[in-house]
Protein backbone atom coordinates (compact mmCIF):
# COMPACT_ATOMS: atom_id res chain seq x y z
CA UNK A 1 0.00 0.00 0.00
CA UNK A 2 1.47 3.29 -1.14
CA UNK A 3 2.55 5.30 1.81
CA UNK A 4 1.08 9.17 1.54
CA UNK A 5 3.17 10.63 4.20
CA UNK A 6 4.27 14.47 3.15
CA UNK A 7 7.43 13.45 2.79
CA UNK A 8 6.27 10.77 0.14
CA UNK A 9 3.66 12.65 -1.73
CA UNK A 10 6.30 15.56 -1.56
CA UNK A 11 8.81 13.37 -3.47
CA UNK A 12 6.33 12.18 -6.01
CA UNK A 13 5.21 15.53 -6.47
CA UNK A 14 8.60 16.66 -7.29
CA UNK A 15 9.57 13.83 -10.16
CA UNK A 16 6.51 14.46 -11.51
CA UNK A 17 7.70 17.79 -12.02
CA UNK A 18 10.47 16.69 -13.31
CA UNK A 19 8.90 14.26 -15.65
CA UNK A 20 6.90 17.06 -17.05
CA UNK A 21 9.45 19.75 -17.27
CA UNK A 22 11.57 17.12 -18.97
CA UNK A 23 8.86 16.41 -21.79
CA UNK A 24 8.26 20.19 -21.96
CA UNK A 25 11.64 20.48 -23.10
CA UNK A 26 11.66 17.89 -25.53
CA UNK A 27 8.77 19.00 -26.94
CA UNK A 28 10.28 22.64 -27.98
CA UNK A 29 13.49 20.97 -29.46
CA UNK A 30 11.73 18.91 -31.34
CA UNK A 31 9.63 21.97 -32.82
CA UNK A 32 13.05 23.65 -33.47
CA UNK A 33 14.32 20.60 -34.96
CA UNK A 34 10.88 20.48 -37.36
CA UNK A 35 11.07 23.72 -38.16
CA UNK A 36 14.92 24.21 -39.07
CA UNK A 37 14.62 21.33 -41.22
CA UNK A 38 12.09 22.70 -43.04
CA UNK A 39 13.71 26.27 -43.16
CA UNK A 40 16.63 23.66 -45.06
CA UNK A 41 14.71 23.30 -47.92
CA UNK A 42 12.96 26.25 -48.08
CA UNK A 43 16.22 28.22 -48.02
CA UNK A 44 18.85 25.67 -49.31
CA UNK A 45 20.38 25.77 -45.78
CA UNK A 46 22.35 22.49 -45.72
CA UNK A 47 23.72 23.57 -42.40
CA UNK A 48 20.32 23.63 -41.00
CA UNK A 49 19.82 20.21 -42.29
CA UNK A 50 22.70 18.95 -40.49
CA UNK A 51 22.28 20.56 -37.41
CA UNK A 52 18.78 18.58 -37.38
CA UNK A 53 20.27 15.81 -37.76
CA UNK A 54 23.33 15.85 -34.79
CA UNK A 55 20.43 17.39 -32.73
CA UNK A 56 18.23 14.46 -32.75
CA UNK A 57 20.82 12.49 -30.30
CA UNK A 58 19.91 14.82 -27.79
CA UNK A 59 16.03 14.13 -27.80
CA UNK A 60 16.51 10.31 -28.09
CA UNK A 61 18.44 10.78 -24.51
CA UNK A 62 15.59 13.06 -23.43
CA UNK A 63 12.83 10.08 -24.55
CA UNK A 64 15.09 7.54 -22.66
CA UNK A 65 15.50 9.40 -19.48
CA UNK A 66 11.48 10.07 -19.25
CA UNK A 67 10.96 6.67 -20.33
CA UNK A 68 13.45 5.18 -17.30
CA UNK A 69 12.13 8.28 -14.74
CA UNK A 70 8.65 7.17 -15.88
CA UNK A 71 9.12 3.68 -14.31
CA UNK A 72 10.92 4.83 -11.00
CA UNK A 73 7.76 6.51 -10.68
CA UNK A 74 5.91 3.70 -10.83
CA UNK A 75 8.02 1.80 -9.24
CA UNK A 76 8.48 3.59 -6.35
CA UNK A 77 5.09 5.58 -5.66
CA UNK A 78 2.77 3.23 -7.14
CA UNK A 79 0.39 6.03 -7.95
CA UNK A 80 -2.96 5.11 -9.02
CA UNK A 81 -5.86 7.01 -10.54
CA UNK A 82 -5.16 10.22 -12.41
CA UNK A 83 -1.47 10.31 -11.32
CA UNK A 84 -0.87 6.76 -12.91
CA UNK A 85 -2.47 8.25 -16.53
CA UNK A 86 -0.40 11.49 -15.84
CA UNK A 87 2.78 9.33 -15.59
CA UNK A 88 2.35 6.39 -18.31
CA UNK A 89 0.77 9.41 -20.72
CA UNK A 90 4.43 11.61 -20.50
CA UNK A 91 5.94 8.13 -21.82
CA UNK A 92 3.91 7.90 -24.40
CA UNK A 93 3.67 11.37 -25.48
CA UNK A 94 7.77 11.21 -25.29
CA UNK A 95 7.57 8.35 -27.93
CA UNK A 96 5.39 10.58 -30.23
CA UNK A 97 7.70 13.21 -29.88
CA UNK A 98 10.61 11.41 -30.57
CA UNK A 99 9.08 10.15 -33.67
CA UNK A 100 7.92 13.45 -34.87
CA UNK A 101 12.01 14.40 -34.48
CA UNK A 102 12.52 11.13 -36.77
CA UNK A 103 10.45 12.64 -39.48
CA UNK A 104 12.17 16.10 -38.88
CA UNK A 105 15.72 14.38 -39.33
CA UNK A 106 14.12 12.65 -42.44
CA UNK A 107 13.05 16.11 -43.75
CA UNK A 108 16.85 17.22 -43.41
CA UNK A 109 17.86 14.39 -45.16
CA UNK A 110 16.08 14.55 -48.03
CA UNK A 111 16.41 18.33 -48.01
CA UNK A 112 20.26 18.01 -48.35
CA UNK A 113 19.85 15.80 -51.70
CA UNK A 114 17.41 18.49 -53.23
CA UNK A 115 19.56 20.71 -51.97
CA UNK A 116 22.44 19.88 -54.03
CA UNK A 117 20.46 20.36 -57.57
CA UNK A 118 19.38 23.27 -58.68
CA UNK A 119 16.37 25.44 -57.54
CA UNK A 120 13.34 24.02 -58.02
CA UNK A 121 9.81 25.86 -57.83
CA UNK A 122 7.75 22.98 -56.47
CA UNK A 123 9.84 22.93 -53.13
CA UNK A 124 6.92 25.77 -51.89
CA UNK A 125 4.28 23.29 -52.02
CA UNK A 126 6.00 21.84 -48.56
CA UNK A 127 5.24 25.69 -46.64
CA UNK A 128 1.62 25.03 -46.36
CA UNK A 129 1.98 21.41 -45.13
CA UNK A 130 4.38 22.34 -42.26
CA UNK A 131 2.59 25.55 -41.51
CA UNK A 132 -0.47 22.81 -40.27
CA UNK A 133 1.50 20.27 -38.91
CA UNK A 134 3.27 22.47 -37.40
CA UNK A 135 0.31 23.85 -35.78
CA UNK A 136 -1.20 20.31 -35.13
CA UNK A 137 1.77 19.75 -32.98
CA UNK A 138 2.00 22.58 -30.97
CA UNK A 139 -1.90 22.81 -30.23
CA UNK A 140 -1.47 19.42 -29.22
CA UNK A 141 0.92 19.86 -26.53
CA UNK A 142 -1.17 22.77 -25.65
CA UNK A 143 -4.08 20.32 -25.02
CA UNK A 144 -1.76 17.92 -23.17
CA UNK A 145 0.18 20.35 -20.93
CA UNK A 146 -3.25 22.03 -19.98
CA UNK A 147 -5.59 19.16 -19.94
CA UNK A 148 -7.88 20.54 -22.80
CA UNK A 149 -10.25 18.21 -23.75
CA UNK A 150 -11.70 20.78 -26.44
CA UNK A 151 -8.41 21.34 -28.20
CA UNK A 152 -7.67 17.88 -28.62
CA UNK A 153 -11.04 16.63 -30.25
CA UNK A 154 -10.31 19.77 -32.44
CA UNK A 155 -6.87 18.62 -33.60
CA UNK A 156 -8.25 15.15 -34.02
CA UNK A 157 -10.89 16.53 -36.60
CA UNK A 158 -7.89 19.13 -37.98
CA UNK A 159 -5.94 16.37 -38.74
CA UNK A 160 -7.98 15.14 -41.66
CA UNK A 161 -7.67 18.53 -43.73
CA UNK A 162 -3.48 17.97 -43.87
CA UNK A 163 -4.22 14.25 -44.94
CA UNK A 164 -6.44 15.63 -48.14
CA UNK A 165 -3.79 18.21 -48.31
CA UNK A 166 -1.37 15.99 -48.55
CA UNK A 167 -2.93 13.74 -51.40
CA UNK A 168 -3.77 16.78 -53.41
CA UNK A 169 0.26 17.83 -52.98
CA UNK A 170 1.47 14.29 -53.91
CA UNK A 171 -0.61 14.14 -57.29
CA UNK A 172 0.72 17.98 -57.92
CA UNK A 173 3.88 16.05 -57.60
CA UNK A 174 3.09 12.90 -59.88
CA UNK A 175 2.17 15.16 -62.43
CA UNK A 176 5.27 16.74 -62.38
CA UNK A 177 7.28 13.91 -62.37
CA UNK A 178 5.39 12.98 -65.48
CA UNK A 179 6.08 16.13 -67.14
CA UNK A 180 9.92 16.79 -66.42
CA UNK A 181 11.81 13.03 -65.38
CA UNK A 182 15.18 14.91 -65.69
CA UNK A 183 14.37 16.03 -62.16
CA UNK A 184 12.18 12.74 -60.93
CA UNK A 185 14.62 11.91 -58.26
CA UNK A 186 13.96 14.99 -56.51
CA UNK A 187 10.36 15.14 -57.14
CA UNK A 188 10.78 11.31 -55.41
CA UNK A 189 12.60 13.34 -52.24
CA UNK A 190 9.53 15.67 -52.08
CA UNK A 191 6.91 13.27 -51.58
CA UNK A 192 8.75 11.77 -49.08
CA UNK A 193 9.72 15.05 -47.41
CA UNK A 194 5.40 15.86 -47.36
CA UNK A 195 4.52 12.48 -46.13
CA UNK A 196 6.86 13.11 -42.81
CA UNK A 197 4.71 15.85 -42.52
CA UNK A 198 1.65 14.07 -42.72
CA UNK A 199 3.17 11.69 -40.41
CA UNK A 200 3.33 14.80 -37.88
CA UNK A 201 -0.13 15.01 -38.13
CA UNK A 202 -0.67 11.28 -37.08
CA UNK A 203 1.54 11.77 -34.12
CA UNK A 204 -0.27 15.16 -32.69
CA UNK A 205 -3.41 13.35 -32.88
CA UNK A 206 -1.86 10.63 -30.83
CA UNK A 207 -0.96 12.91 -28.11
CA UNK A 208 -4.16 14.86 -28.31
CA UNK A 209 -5.39 10.94 -27.38
CA UNK A 210 -3.55 10.91 -24.51
CA UNK A 211 -4.40 14.30 -23.66
CA UNK A 212 -8.28 12.99 -23.23
CA UNK A 213 -6.84 10.14 -21.45
CA UNK A 214 -5.21 12.00 -18.45
CA UNK A 215 -8.33 14.59 -18.65
CA UNK A 216 -11.35 12.63 -18.57
CA UNK A 217 -10.06 8.76 -18.24
CA UNK A 218 -11.63 8.22 -21.49
CA UNK A 219 -9.74 6.17 -24.41
CA UNK A 220 -10.73 7.36 -27.61
CA UNK A 221 -8.63 5.67 -30.04
CA UNK A 222 -11.55 3.93 -31.37
CA UNK A 223 -14.52 5.79 -31.62
CA UNK A 224 -16.46 7.23 -28.57
CA UNK A 225 -15.17 10.72 -27.27
CA UNK A 226 -16.30 12.97 -24.45
CA UNK A 227 -17.82 15.90 -25.29
CA UNK A 228 -15.90 18.99 -25.77
CA UNK A 229 -16.74 21.55 -22.64
CA UNK A 230 -17.84 25.00 -24.22
Request: net charge negative; proline share 3%.
Given at each position: ?69 GLKIIT ?155
Amino acid sequence: MPDNSPHILGSFQRALDQLTADLDRMAGLVAGNLDSAVRGLLERNTDLCSHVIADDEEIDRLQMKIDEDGLKIITLFQPVASDLRRVVSAMKVAGNLERVADQAVGIAKRARKINRNPEMQEIRLVEPLYEMAATLLRRSMIAYSDGDVAIALDVREQDSKLDKAYKATGKQLIQRMEEDVTRIKDYLDLQFVIRFLERIGDHAKNICEDAVFVEAAVDIRHGGAPQAQP
